[in-house]
């Protein structure tokens, strides 16, 4: 059997998947330990039955709906390959957008930090306000609902590449989740940014002390409406519930919404809490209730509370100032 062969009658098979032949390649591709490249050169090479069985039995997973992401085990954000397992969601290319405003709002703080030449003593409240911030210049930034640790760890190596370091806290209720992300950060962070990330399991920001704060707080907590919810997993992605669905909200302990942001109404009110004065949140909505987690951001105290646009044009970033 021939790649191109194989190929081809992977695609045949592949009838519920809008993206048949992306799918067939990555596959492939992982299967034999080939790039996508290779599989166009030497598309009349034979496969052995060894690769030809392990690569119909992928195909055979896809067909059911599961992720191609759970297959292959990885999944490119950011230009960085992260492990993912069904504990975690799939890094979406539109979160993207929510680490891109991070970076380049955080370079804009440490500009204004660098650039200042304001010396003025502290009075007592502005000490109270800044308590946990790091004297050496080192900022704090926590990534809340972290599944892979994508959003935290692709925010954390840029910043860092662009002489930033960062000292970074990861927080997620699944245990397994936060075990993912710790895999990734020890293989995606050098060693110094390795040894200063904590990983802290927790209901949103629950566990933390009351007197940490951070200068930035990144999140993409689960934000699809029940009902939305269950309609999406019917095609069989694999995805888990929890990761997803913005209603279920374990501190509510029955349902009592319906627009997907139950727990993003305790998120805004605890990230004002957690952040510094100056601080900023920055949280990733639907681009149906963006509206809805703007008016919660402003009602916990946040100011200057923008909403940015994915590549797409949908709204899916909100931002706001403590």
Same mark, same amino acid.
């Given at each position: ?5 194989a ?21 492939l ?15 009349n ?16 997973k ?41 970076? &380049? ?26 308590? *946990?911030?790091?004297t ?21 190596? &840029? ?30 962070l050098?060693?110094?940014?390795? &040894?200063?990330?904590?990983f ?27 009902? &939305? ?16 669905? *913005? ?76």
């Amino acid at each position: 059997m021939t790649i191109k062969n194989a190929r081809d009658e992977a695609i045949k098979k592949l009838t519920n998947s809008p993206t048949a032949p992306l799918d067939a390649d990555v596959l492939l591709s992982h299967t034999i330990k080939r790039s996508k490249s290779f599989l166009l050169a030497h598309r009349n090479d034979n496969l052995t039955d060894a690769q030809y069985g392990a690569f119909m039995s992928a195909i055979e997973k896809r067909k059911t709906g599961l992720a191609v992401a759970y297959i292959t085990g990885h999944k490119e954000f950011y230009k960085l390959d992260f492990i993912v397992t069904q504990d975690v969601l799939v890094p979406k290319p539109d979160t993207e957008t929510l680490v891109e405003k991070a970076v &380049e709002s955080i370079k804009e703080i440490v500009r204004n930090k660098t650039s200042s030449t304001a010396k003025a003593v502290r009075t007592a409240e502005a000490a109270k306000q800044n308590e *946990g911030r790091q004297t050496d210049g080192t900022l704090r930034i926590a990534d809340i609902c972290t599944g892979s640790g994508c959003v935290g760890i692709a925010a954390a190596r &840029e910043l860092n590449e662009c002489g930033i370091f960062c000292e970074l806290t990861l927080t997620d209720i699944s245990s397994r989740a936060l075990e993912i992300a710790k895999q990734n950060a020890e293989r995606l962070l050098t060693k110094a940014q390795f &040894e200063r990330t904590a990983f802290v399991s927790s209901d949103l920001l629950n566990a933390l002390s009351p007197g940490t704060r951070f200068d930035a707080i990144l999140a993409n907590p689960p934000y699809v409406p029940s009902d &939305e919810t269950t309609e999406l997993l019917k095609d069989g992605r694999g995805e888990p519930r929890i990761a997803l669905d *913005g209603d279920a909200d374990s501190a509510l302990g029955v349902r009592q919404s319906s627009d997907g942001l139950a727990i993003t109404r305790r998120l805004a009110a605890q990230a004002y809490e957690h952040l510094v004065q100056g601080g900023m949140l920055f949280l990733e909505s639907g681009e149906y209730n963006a509206e809805g987690a703007a008016l919660l951001m402003k009602k916990a105290g946040f100011i200057r509370v923008e909403t940015h646009c994915d590549l797409s044009g949908s709204p899916r970033v909100t931002t706001g100032v403590r």
